[in-house]
């Protein structure tokens, strides 16, 4: 079986052994855009709290089974290479996951502009959710194949951590009036840095499983 | 497959497999015994990938299992001793997990759950223990794959679907397969295995076919006590003594597994019978 065809399988097994949550999450999500539609405002929070959240919680128990001995033995010897598992599991709780959320906002927004709403979309910042999802995923992505237990809190203690040290290490290394010209510039290629080496890092992770 | 030299723990101060050497051919049902803590269920997963050695080499169809190559997955099926089934039918497990194995032949799927009367439309999660190992056991015969590795596979079955399961297993097992059960249920393997590997502390002990140990022992029962001196191993029994010796004068005997390995495990000159042997 070829990769393609190896990854398209792996995402159909995911997503109908998830079938409930996805039912679930499009209720959920779809009324709320449909619902709130009427208070055109209101849709952009709900649609960063269903990117974000949602997602968030789906990356981190992405690769939970690989840390439960009683799945792990099946799932691990299941003939599908490790780059397949993982950019599959990348595709659902990353680009497929913005893709559906944005997909039911923009349902959310028709109705709006129908009930004579207007919309102004700024690509631009548009864009940048985008590209801050999927660095977010990446790393909670990472926290999934990392920890064995409480993958979402310790991930996001890891963040913590890691936002702490840096402010430190800025604040020794760049000081004086560079200070704001950097920090924008700085922080923004830190992030973009830290979810590549999340998504690198997750992966070899997930080469060197082991069930212990 | 060949093993060579393999040293593994789950911890730096502690190991499991030391030294272990091994060579197996297809066209065997080999029976894995051992006592609790001998270090079967370690290597079933570093043959099966699960676990990287520590050192020395394994090589299965020419490929290391630590990689977890596809193509190496695709020959290899392994059912453990307790695994969790995703919620599904088992008409869905077939057609969502069939396609990843090229050889998944259909037919005798169906005949296997006909077998152990299991129909395509149960839950997996509503099946009792002694259901799922059945359900997997059909699939893994289904998939062909070239190694089968079972880890206690008859554990939760009943009498009459063991006696399924055994002559499942040897009409649908053919010259290019691979098995290896491993078990402490020996009975229950007795009349399939043609080859044994007795494992000791990490260590292989035994490794030889049920031809060579019936060539050079000799199981059987007498009234009276025997003399230490006479016999590898006796143990009382209702009505006199199972003793297990060296078969002198070649008298035919089959081979009692569990007299076998309590003599292995209590006497471990036994082993030197067969030491030097490298069956395949």
């Given at each position: 079986m070829g990769n393609i065809k190896a990854s398209i399988q792996f995402m159909k097994i995911e997503l109908f052994l998830n079938r409930k949550l996805i039912l679930w999450l499009s209720i959920v999500f779809g009324l709320l855009f449909i619902l709130t539609a009427k208070t055109a405002p209101q849709l952009s929070p709900i649609y960063h709290i269903a990117l974000f959240g949602g997602g968030i919680l789906m990356s981190s128990a992405a690769?939970?089974?690989?840390?439960e001995k009683n799945t792990a033995m099946l799932y691990l010897t299941l003939p599908v290479s490790t780059i397949t598992r993982y950019l599959s599991l990348w595709l659902l709780t990353g680009p497929i996951y913005l893709i559906f959320i944005t997909f039911l906002y923009g349902i959310g927004m028709m109705i709006s502009i129908f009930q004579g709403f207007f919309f102004y979309i700024d690509i631009f910042s548009f864009s940048h959710v985008c590209l801050n999802y999927l660095i977010l995923n990446a790393i909670f992505l990472w926290g999934s194949v990392m920890f064995k237990k409480l993958s979402l809190i310790k991930t996001l203690f890891s963040l913590l951590l890691f936002g702490i040290i840096l402010a430190i290490i800025k604040g020794i290394i760049f000081q004086g009036p560079w200070l704001v010209f950097i920090s924008y510039r700085w922080a923004q290629s830190v992030w973009l840095a830290l979810g590549i080496v999340a998504f690198i890092s997750a992966y070899y992770q997930l080469k060197k499983c082991e069930i212990k | 497959m060949n093993i060579n030299n393999l040293h593994f723990g789950y911890e730096a101060t502690q190991s499991i497999i030391n030294g272990l050497s091994v060579s197996l051919t297809p066209g065997h049902i080999v029976g894995l015994l051992g006592q609790n803590g001998a270090g079967k269920t370690t290597l079933l997963k570093l043959i099966a990938g699960l676990c990287f050695p520590t050192s020395g080499e394994i090589e299965i169809f020419g490929q290391?299992?630590?990689?977890?190559d596809p193509k190496f997955l695709q020959e290899l099926f392994f059912i453990p001793e307790d695994f969790t089934l995703p919620n599904m039918t088992i008409q869905q497990y077939a057609h969502y997990y069939g396609v990843f194995y090229p050889c998944f032949d259909k037919a005798l799927f169906q005949r296997a759950l006909k077998s152990f009367e299991?129909?395509?439309?149960?839950c997996l999660p509503a099946l009792s223990y002694g259901q799922t190992k059945m359900f997997l056991t059909a699939f893994a015969l289904s998939t062909r794959a070239k190694l089968l590795i079972l880890d206690?596979?008859?554990?939760?079955?009943?009498i009459s679907n063991k006696q399924v399961w055994k002559e499942l297993l040897l009409k649908e097992i053919n010259e290019e397969q691979l098995v290896i059960i491993s078990t402490h249920q020996v009975h229950d393997i007795e009349n399939i295995i043609d080859s044994l590997l007795l494992m000791k502390e990490g260590k292989i002990l035994i490794n030889t076919s049920l031809m060579e140990l019936e060539n050079k022992l000799y199981c059987g029962f007498q009234r009276e006590a025997p003399s230490p001196s006479t016999v590898f191993y006796s143990e009382k029994r209702s009505g006199g003594y199972a003793i297990i010796k060296e078969n002198a004068n070649e008298q035919p005997s089959a081979i009692d597994l569990e007299l076998l390995f309590q003599a292995c495990i209590k006497n471990s000159t036994i082993a030197d019978l067969f030491s030097g042997e490298k069956h395949g």
């Open positions: 690769f939970k089974k690989i840390h | 290391q299992p630590k990689n977890r299991l129909n395509t439309q149960q206690e596979p008859s554990n939760g079955l009943d």
